[in-house]
C-alpha cells in the first residue's frame, strides 16, 4: 500500500513494486491521479481515493487490503506536502496543514499497519522524509519540522519494530524530480531554486530513488539518504554541526536576496 501515489515518489514507488511483481495499491487524496497510476501499471495495481488525515479512512484501507490479500507486507506512508517561504508568514493554518498531513498521515498508516504485521509475523514500514529530516534550513520551517518527526518516529520504532519481525525504513533523499518542487510557495519563495541549489540545479529521478528504496526494504536498511551529496551534507551536519548552521544561515541570506530580485 502506497499513500500519495497520485504522483511524484508515490507513483515511482508503485512503479517499482509493480515490476517487483507485488500487488499494489495505489492510494492519494486525489483519486483520479491515484487511478491514473494504477491504470499504468498491470492488471495486479488497484486504486483509491485516500486522505490520510483521516485516521479512520487509513485503517479501513489497511483492513481492505487484509481482507483481501490475507496480509499486508509493505506499508508506504508517502504522502507529504511543502510550505515554502519566511516562517513569520506562515499562517497556523498552513502550520496545522502541514503537521496533519506529513506527520499524521504517517502516524496515521503507522497505527494501522504495524499491528497488523505484528500479528502476521512479518511487513516492513516505509516512510518518506527528506534530507529536511536530518538537516535543517530556513525558508521551509514547518517542512523540517515535520520530517525531523518523521525520522525520528521510524528510528524510535524501527528499534521496537525489528526484533519482532517487522522492518522499518525512513528515505530521506534531497531533491527529487517531483511536482512538490513547485508548490507551496509562501511570498516571494521559489522552491526549485531552493531545492536545487545544493544539487548542481539537477533534481535526482523518483524512479531511480524508488529502486534505492526497494533495495534498502530488501537489506532491511534504517535509513536511504540519496544522491550521494545528501549522505555528505547529513555526515558534515554530524561532525560540525555549529558550522552548517552558520552555513545555512548564509544560504538562506542567500536565497532571500536571489528572490527580492525576481
Given at each position: 500500500?502506497?499513500t500519495g501515489a497520485g504522483s511524484g515518489i508515490g507513483a515511482?514507488?508503485?512503479?517499482?513494486?509493480?515490476?517487483?511483481?507485488?500487488?499494489?495499491?495505489?492510494?492519494?487524496?486525489?483519486?483520479?491521479?491515484?487511478?491514473?497510476?494504477?491504470?499504468?501499471?498491470?492488471?495486479?495495481?488497484?486504486?483509491?481515493?485516500?486522505?490520510?488525515?483521516?485516521?479512520?479512512?487509513?485503517?479501513?484501507?489497511?483492513?481492505?487490503?487484509?481482507?483481501?490479500?490475507?496480509?499486508?507486507?509493505?506499508?508506504?506512508?508517502?504522502?507529504?506536502?511543502?510550505?515554502?517561504?519566511?516562517?513569520?508568514?506562515?499562517?497556523?493554518?498552513?502550520?496545522?496543514?502541514?503537521?496533519?498531513?506529513?506527520?499524521?498521515?504517517?502516524?496515521?498508516?503507522?497505527?494501522?499497519?504495524?499491528?497488523?504485521?505484528?500479528?502476521?509475523?512479518?511487513?516492513?514500514i516505509v516512510n518518506t522524509a527528506s534530507m529536511a529530516g536530518?538537516?535543517?534550513?530556513?525558508?521551509?520551517?514547518?517542512?523540517?519540522?515535520?520530517?525531523?518527526?518523521?525520522?525520528?518516529?521510524?528510528?524510535?520504532?524501527?528499534?521496537?519494530?525489528?526484533?519482532?519481525?517487522?522492518?522499518?525504513?525512513?528515505?530521506?533523499?534531497?531533491?527529487?524530480?517531483?511536482?512538490?518542487?513547485?508548490?507551496?510557495?509562501?511570498?516571494?519563495?521559489?522552491?526549485?531554486?531552493?531545492?536545487?541549489?545544493?544539487?548542481?540545479?539537477?533534481?535526482?529521478?523518483?524512479?531511480?530513488?524508488?529502486?534505492?528504496?526497494?533495495?534498502?526494504?530488501?537489506?532491511?536498511k534504517a535509513i536511504v539518504v540519496k544522491p550521494a551529496v545528501?549522505?555528505?551534507?547529513?555526515?558534515?551536519?554530524?561532525?560540525?554541526?555549529?558550522?552548517?548552521?552558520?552555513?545555512?544561515?548564509?544560504?538562506?541570506?542567500?536565497?532571500?536576496?536571489?528572490?527580492?530580485?525576481?
Amino acid at each position: 500500500m502506497v499513500t500519495g501515489a497520485g504522483s511524484g515518489i508515490g507513483a515511482a514507488l508503485c512503479r517499482a513494486l509493480d515490476l517487483a511483481g507485488a500487488q499494489v495499491l495505489c492510494t492519494d487524496i486525489d483519486g483520479d491521479a491515484a487511478n491514473q497510476t494504477a491504470s499504468s501499471l498491470s492488471s495486479r495495481a488497484t486504486a483509491a481515493r485516500l486522505d490520510v488525515t483521516d485516521a479512520g479512512a487509513v485503517q479501513a484501507a489497511v483492513d481492505g487490503v487484509v481482507e483481501r490479500a490475507g496480509r499486508l507486507d509493505l506499508m508506504f506512508n508517502n504522502a507529504g506536502i511543502v510550505w515554502g517561504g519566511d516562517t513569520e508568514l506562515l499562517t497556523l493554518d498552513q502550520w496545522n496543514a502541514i503537521i496533519d498531513v506529513n506527520l499524521r498521515g504517517v502516524v496515521h498508516g503507522v497505527a494501522a499497519a504495524y499491528p497488523q504485521m505484528l500479528r502476521q509475523g512479518h511487513g516492513h514500514i516505509v516512510n518518506t522524509a527528506s534530507m529536511a529530516g536530518l538537516t535543517a534550513a530556513g525558508q521551509v520551517t514547518s517542512y523540517v519540522a515535520t520530517k525531523h518527526a518523521v525520522v525520528g518516529l521510524s528510528m524510535a520504532l524501527r528499534s521496537e519494530a525489528v526484533p519482532r519481525g517487522v522492518g522499518v525504513t525512513v528515505v530521506c533523499p534531497a531533491a527529487v524530480e517531483t511536482p512538490i518542487l513547485d508548490k507551496g510557495a509562501v511570498g516571494g519563495f521559489v522552491g526549485r531554486d531552493y531545492f536545487l541549489q545544493n544539487q548542481g540545479g539537477k533534481a535526482y529521478d523518483a524512479d531511480r530513488l524508488a529502486r534505492d528504496t526497494l533495495r534498502a526494504v530488501e537489506r532491511n536498511k534504517a535509513i536511504v539518504v540519496k544522491p550521494a551529496v545528501a549522505q555528505a551534507q547529513w555526515w558534515f551536519a554530524r561532525l560540525a554541526p555549529g558550522l552548517m548552521n552558520r552555513m545555512a544561515m548564509r544560504f538562506v541570506t542567500g536565497q532571500r536576496d536571489r528572490q527580492a530580485v525576481r
